[in-house]
């Protein structure tokens, strides 16, 4: 068997050019569908750290759904390494002293967003060929995350909880491949499975991501809807059940 250093050899370098390729700005524009009131980040270039254009997220949020695709069975399958592109690997404060294995090549930044400044723990693998961490073997074979089972939300949210607007007002919570998959860098093998079997929901781990989603909403005093979402996943895991259809949680 490969070991991980022979793996990675065999990596193909990373070309691929992502939507944000700052993980702060993806989470904030995430956060904002989900958001009770505008979002405004004071970006920085990552490379000089001048400031660029102001980002102002602001969507109309008029009700927020659960779809039944966020309880399908997520495999990430061997040989995929799709999630590990080049982008910033980005933790709160209060993540990086609990989540994270290994520390080397974080730095603190500010970011400024709705006018206030706060610090976050920031590792840029914008530059680099393949992720830093994409270092170990995963149970099921192939490379893994060194990081896991906490590694940046950004990472750990893509493909499994989504928040998109389909439609003007409305922000659906769901699973989903990747968007442009046919076009990515290797190819995206995670699959996606309907499931009768209650207990291969994963309910908890869905939740431990719309948790992460709040504590970084409650680390840049954004105020959201997602413990509504939450409340109706712990509902749902009790009553072993799960929606047949989008299911409305919160509505202004």
């Given amino acids: ?9 065999q990596e ?4 691929n050019s992502v939507g ?12 904002a569908t989900v958001a009770k009131h505008p979002i405004v980040y004071e970006a920085k270039s990552l490379r ?15 009700a927020v759904a659960v779809t039944p695709s966020l309880f399908r069975k997520f ?23 609990y989540a994270t294995k290994h520390k080397e090549g974080f730095e603190a930044r500010e970011v400024t967003v709705n006018g206030k400044t706060y610090e976050m723990c920031t590792n840029n693998q914008n530059e680099n060929p393949i992720c830093d961490f994409l270092r170990v ?53 995670c699959t996606f499975e309907e499931v009768d079997d209650f207990e291969e929901y994963d309910i908890p ?20 809807c997602l413990g509504e979402v939450s409340e109706f996943l712990v509902s749902c895991e009790e009553q072993s059940r799960r929606p047949t259809s989008a299911t409305f949680v919160w509505a202004p």
């Fill in 20 to 31: 944000h390729a700052d993980s702060i700005e993806k989470i904030l524009y995430q956060l």
């Fill in 137 to 189: 073997e995963k149970p099921t074979g192939g490379l893994g995350c060194d990081q896991w089972p906490l590694p940046p939300l950004s990472c750990a949210s893509a493909p499994q909880v989504q928040f998109i607007q389909m439609r003007p007002g409305v922000t659906y919570i769901l699973k989903k491949p990747f968007g442009r998959a046919w076009a990515m860098t290797p190819t995206p093998q």
């Fill in 48 to 62: 000089t750290g001048r400031p660029l254009k102001e980002r102002r997220y602001a969507p109309p949020v008029n």
């Fill in 205 to 224: 781990g869905i939740i431990e991501i719309i948790n992460r989603f709040q504590n970084w909403a409650d680390h840049f005093e954004i105020e959201t």
């Fill in 12 to 15: 193909i370098e990373r070309t």
């Fill in 75 to 97: 495999t990430c399958v061997p040989g995929c390494t799709a999630c590990c592109q080049k982008f910033t690997l980005d933790y709160t404060p209060k993540e990086f002293i």
């Fill in 1 to 9: 068997m490969p070991t991980p250093d022979e793996l990675r050899a």
